[in-house]
T-cell receptor
């Protein structure tokens, strides 16, 4: 059974701080890695993807991938209250994405 | 932008009814998916499809069926709705296996 593990949180950070969200996965054959943001009552929205080891930056977001450690992370710099949401990690499996259950992030003003 | 449209945002049905949830995507994506999402259980895959008239069971297909007669449309059918099928249902599509999914806005189904 392919698994994607995330700490459920909530992760609480003050406005302006760096939020660090982590994800581990079990399938060494996974090739693509995604981060989704889901606001309460809404559907998931793709915010980052990464295919290669290392860092990928997009605005305030940085995705980090370490395939040897089977570890993916998402850093959010200068966190804003509007970043408060649940963040889902997803990893390619044999034929579909496998999703983690998500980490709730709370950014306090 | 890819748009995935689910026909209903909220739906209330009675136990035993046959329920149809419709999903349409406008970007010629090959792959389409149906998930349900429940608190504490995350996203669970019900069925998916790689092509017209093709379907594959996901992790929790029991009590559900699907139909894909046209590439852009993927329907989820609850043969005889039960209260334990009360949930948020999410449709998604993707270009291929290594691409991320685009989700519809979801249908919150309540079975009474």
């Amino acid at each position: 059974q392919k698994e994607v593990e995330q700490n459920s949180g909530p992760l609480s950070v003050p406005e302006g701080a760096i939020a660090s969200l982590n994800c581990t996965y079990s399938d060494r054959g996974s090739q693509s890695f995604f981060w989704y943001r889901q606001y309460s009552g809404k559907s998931p929205e793709l915010i980052m993807f990464i295919y290669s080891n290392g860092d990928k930056e997009d605005g305030r977001f940085t995705a980090q991938l370490n395939k040897a450690s089977q570890y993916v992370s998402l850093l959010i710099r200068d966190s804003q209250p509007s970043d408060s949401a649940t963040y889902l990690c997803a990893v390619t499996g044999y034929s579909t994405l496998t999703f983690g259950k998500g980490t709730m992030l709370l950014v306090s003003p | 932008d890819v748009k995935v449209t689910q026909s209903s945002r909220y739906l209330v049905k009675r136990t035993g009814e046959k329920v149809f949830l419709e999903c349409v995507q406008d970007m010629d994506h090959e792959n389409m998916f149906w998930y349900r999402q429940d608190p504490g259980l995350g996203l669970r895959l019900i069925y998916f499809s790689y092509d017209v008239k093709m379907k594959e069971k996901g992790d929790i297909p029991e009590g559900y069926s699907v139909s894909r007669e046209k590439k852009e449309r993927f329907s989820l059918i609850l043969e005889s709705a039960s209260t334990n099928q009360t949930s948020m249902y999410l449709c998604a599509s993707s270009l291929s296996g290594n691409y991320g999914y685009t989700f519809g806005s979801g249908t919150r189904l309540t079975v009474v």
